[in-house]
């Protein structure tokens, strides 16, 4: 049974970078086809895909974080990262990790995804 975990701080200061990583357990993120997805969903507001990283490590972003997202991935602990810089208290929000088969067709829906993360709240505050 595949399951994914976020961890990272709770708490970034404005102009910081936030970084989360998520660790996948029950299968490895190198399995063909499979791609690694970051989430978000500010107090609120509805969910917003962030990017993701694919089996063979192609990373694909979101249009409108694109500029402030980097995804990376280490195989060998079988986990992969985000992170976003210069946060604002407007990145305060629920993030999430999830497996998905391809792209995800319907990234906004999180119920969509094969695999799911419980999710960790980050408050950007000074």
């Known amino acids: 049974q595949v399951q994914l975990w976020e961890s990272g701080p709770g708490l970034v200061k404005p102009s910081q970078t936030l970084s989360l990583t998520c660790t996948v357990s029950?299968?490895?993120?190198?399995?063909?086809?499979?791609?690694w997805n970051w989430i978000r969903q500010p107090h609120g507001r509805g969910m917003e895909w962030m990017g993701a990283?694919?089996?063979?490590?192609?990373?694909y972003y979101g249009p409108s974080l694109k500029s402030r997202t980097s995804i990376s991935r280490d195989t060998s602990k079988n986990h992969f990262s985000l992170q976003l810089s210069s946060v604002t208290p407007e990145d305060t929000a629920v993030y999430f990790c999830?497996?998905?088969?391809?792209?995800?067709?319907?990234?906004?829906?999180?119920?969509?995804?094969?695999?799911r993360g419980q999710g960790t709240h980050v408050t950007v505050s000074s």
């Open positions: 029950g299968g490895s993120i190198t399995t063909i086809s499979y791609y």
């Open positions: 999830a497996g998905s088969k391809g792209l995800p067709v319907s990234p906004s829906d999180y119920d969509s995804y094969f695999y």
């Open positions: 990283i694919a089996y063979d490590g192609s990373v």
